[in-house]
């Protein structure tokens, strides 16, 4: 991996190749390639063995042309301002390319929540809203959960600014649990979002999902629903990696007659660590964490952190893929986008991919507001439709310009955020 690599520089040189290829004005260019507003601070908090522990937090709101700015709150040892910022951006680009009325923002803690108890999270996410309570909001910006963390992280935090504020307010934050103003369907929504682009892809590239194999990197919310919705299409995952950390490091879980979901979960913990011992048991075969990368499959699924793909390990990728579907935001390096570019395998880019997640979100907002919640099937189906259509919106444009799918999001995305801007009479 590269140490040197910066998400946020990455994010930048992304939009700028595609602010060139649109023309945009100067004043466009410099508005939108940087956040509106950045928050750091700290968050001190007494820990269980008495002492006191100083956590450092960020809430990035990069644009809020189309609407309030949206985006989750990370939990991660090695967060940085600088990946933040590039989350932050990616949300604004992603909540465009759904259409839905939505600008970006992201959050981050650096901390390691497997070794936080459970009244020492709750200290961090209550000392989390306190220093950014003026700042967000129903019709400002509403957080929601990310890498390592959920919804009782997102009710605590809710808790908290509804103390703050005077009142109750479940429009603050999304993601919350089912029966606290959450939407059924929210859990699964970022993995089935970017199974039905799946879908949608080998569809219009006249392959059957029964006749494919599939590679997943990660086992958390997202790798999970996406392998149990490529199941269920028919599709055999025969490859998932996951982090261990007793071990501080992954591996690979490998079953050739296709890894069986209900089966892994039963052996999951709660960070999507499986358990290993228990996987050979039941005739998995366990190899080196970057193996999730070089398997004869048709489709990777790369669903855990940025960085995973490039220059050092794209051409470890066998002749054999077809697709990839980008699960993560960010997984893949410029560099290394280039190469799959060249190699003609067709790329479903982070921002359209895993778009089902926010999506959600959004219908989480509009049952709150109405109050009035809807059945899981109603949820699913409208999630598949929009995620059918933002697809089919990039997919068409990539083809009548005969360009690069990443490129085609990009260009629908950035128009319509600047459009917004202009209307506003911001730039
Ligand atoms: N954290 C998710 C994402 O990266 C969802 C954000 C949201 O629901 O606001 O898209």
């Known amino acids: ?82 990946t933040v910022r590039a989350l932050a951006t990616w949300m604004t680009w992603k909540c465009a390319v759904v259409d839905i009325p939505l600008g970006g923002g992201k959050g981050g803690v650096i901390c390691d929540p497997h070794n936080l108890s ?26 929601a959960p990310d ?62 999902i029964k006749n494919t194999t599939a590679s997943f990197q990660g086992f958390g919310n997202v790798s999970q629903y996406a392998i149990d919705l490529y199941t269920q299409y028919g599709g055999k995952p025969v490859c998932v990696s996951c982090w261990d950390d007793k071990d501080k490091k992954s591996y690979s879980f490998i079953k050739e007659s296709g890894l069986v979901f209900k089966e892994l979960m039963a052996i999951t913990d709660k960070f999507g660590t499986i358990d290993k011992a228990k996987a050979v048991e039941l005739g998995y075969k366990i190899e080196d964490g ?56 067709f790329m479903i880019p982070d921002f359209l991919c895993n778009a089902g997640g926010v999506t959600c979100s959004y219908f989480e907002q509009v049952q709150g507001n109405m109050n009035y919640f809807w059945p899981k099937e109603e949820v699913l189906e409208k999630l598949d439709n929009a995620m059918t ?20 999001a990009y260009m629908i995305s950035i128009s319509r955020v600047a459009e917004a801007s202009k209307v506003r009479g911001w730039i």
Request: charged share 25%.
């Open 1 to 82: 991996m590269d140490s040197k690599f910066n998400p946020f520089k990455m994010a930048q040189q992304q939009f700028d190749e595609i602010a060139e290829k649109l023309n945009l004005d100067e004043a466009t260019r410099s508005f939108l390639r940087v956040p509106m507003k950045e928050m750091h601070f700290t968050i001190p908090v007494k820990m269980d063995d008495g002492t006191t522990k100083v956590f450092q937090g960020f809430r990035i709101q990069h644009n809020s042309a189309r609407g309030p700015n949206k985006g989750g709150i990370r939990f991660h040892p090695q967060e940085t301002v600088d």
């Open 118 to 143: 459970m009244r020492e999270q709750e200290a961090i996410c209550r000392g989390f809203m306190r220093v950014i309570a003026r700042d967000v909001g129903p019709l400002v910006d509403v957080p």
């Open 147 to 208: 890498v390592m963390t959920n919804g009782q992280h997102m009710v605590w935090m809710m808790d908290e600014y509804e103390k703050i504020m005077g009142g109750k307010f479940p429009g603050v934050i999304t993601g919350k649990p089912v029966g606290m103003g959450g939407s059924l369907g929210r859990t699964e929504a970022t993995g089935y979002g970017a199974m039905y682009t799946v879908r949608e892809a080998l569809n219009n590239l006249g392959i059957d």
């Open 290 to 345: 970057n193996a999730w990368l070089t398997q004869d499959v048709d489709i990777l699924v790369p669903a855990a952190l940025e960085n995973q793909i490039h220059a050092e390990n794209v051409n470890t990728i066998s002749p054999k893929v077809k697709l990839i579907a980008e699960g993560a935001n960010g997984p893949t390096t410029p560099e290394a986008d280039k190469v799959l570019h060249e190699r003609n395998i």
């Open 389 to 408: 259509s933002a697809f089919q919106a990039v997919y068409d444009l990539a083809k009548r310009k005969n360009i690069y799918m990443r490129d085609a």
